[in-house]
């Protein structure tokens, strides 16, 4: 009877240590994915960021707007204040 009852927990407790592994695996494995796509959107972001920076940049090169006047705007307005 003794025997039979160590086999019976045995057959038992393998069973649960087995799948209590596989939880924990697939738990690693899922927060494995999750800081994958996690770490691929921060990416994504960080590239998109960076391109409208860059576009933002390049259309203010292209519209050339001068932050403070020039050497000849200034001496045009003169000229024009003078007549």
Do not use: D, S
Not at 31 to 51: E, N, P
Not at 54 to 70: D, K, L, S
Request: proline share 4%; net charge negative.
């Amino acid at each position: 009877a003794t025997t039979t009852g160590i086999i019976v927990l045995i057959v038992l407790i393998v069973p649960a240590a087995t799948m209590t592994a596989l939880l924990e695996e697939m738990i690693v494995e899922v927060i494995a994915t999750i800081t994958t796509i996690m770490k691929t959107v921060h990416v994504g972001v960080l590239l998109a960021t960076t391109a409208i920076r860059a576009m933002t940049t390049e259309a203010i090169i292209r519209a050339n707007v001068p932050t403070a006047p020039t050497i000849a705007q200034n001496a045009l307005a003169a000229a024009r204040i003078a007549e």
